[in-house]
């Protein structure tokens, strides 16, 4: 964490100013690190989604920092906005309403306008959907492509997943509980149905469930059950056998 600074007015900051984009629980509150904690009950401002959301999280840890909401239809009007609190010497954070912000989430625009003028962005690193299934799922973890949610339609995600058919590393996909079996069935008409494939469930939490194996059985076996959560679908490159 970055050393307390002294401002010009003799008063204490307990953070440099910069931007602190923070990782928080994909789920499991107990994957929480206490320096995102710290982070967050020592920034100006912290830059979230859902306040709602957030304002429970930070609630649970006895956080009472100034919410901020950012989202995606706002993003360049608080981004401008967040760099302007950060130039005038305040600590801001930015988080998502689980796990890593910027990954399938908003955040880019300030990150970047941050970088445009030379303001300071620290990671508090921590929880990611995307990585913890790929740590989990048994497919190659050598390397990797992280393409985020497949296209809603049926017929652009047929030729999304015909383009990637052949990558020679593992694909991670998020999908919505709505979506996964139609996204699956696609999958198989690209993919083939004996494609070595992983989907994990509501990793973390309470009901987490895992499917591994030929993409056929494991479309059959998540069709078979309740659709709820959000779900982690990891595709092996084509001459990948368990």
Known sequence: M???????????NNLAPGLYVVATPIGNLGDFSPRAID???LCSLVACEDTRLAGRLLCRFSIGAKLINYREENERHVA???????????SVALISDAGTPLVSDPGFRVVRECRRRGLP????PGPSAAIAALSASGLPSNSFYFLGFPPNRSASRRKFFREIANLPTTVILYESCHRICASMADAIEEFGELRTVAVGREITKLHESWHVGKLVDVHRAVAAERQLGEYVFLVAQRDFVL
Do not use: Y
């Open 39 to 41: 982070t967050l009950r």
């Open 121 to 124: 962005v620290f990671p508090v």
């Open 80 to 90: 401008s906005s967040l760099c302007g609190s950060i130039e005038s010497g305040r």
């Open 2 to 12: 970055a050393l307390a600074i002294e401002s010009g007015d003799g008063a204490t």
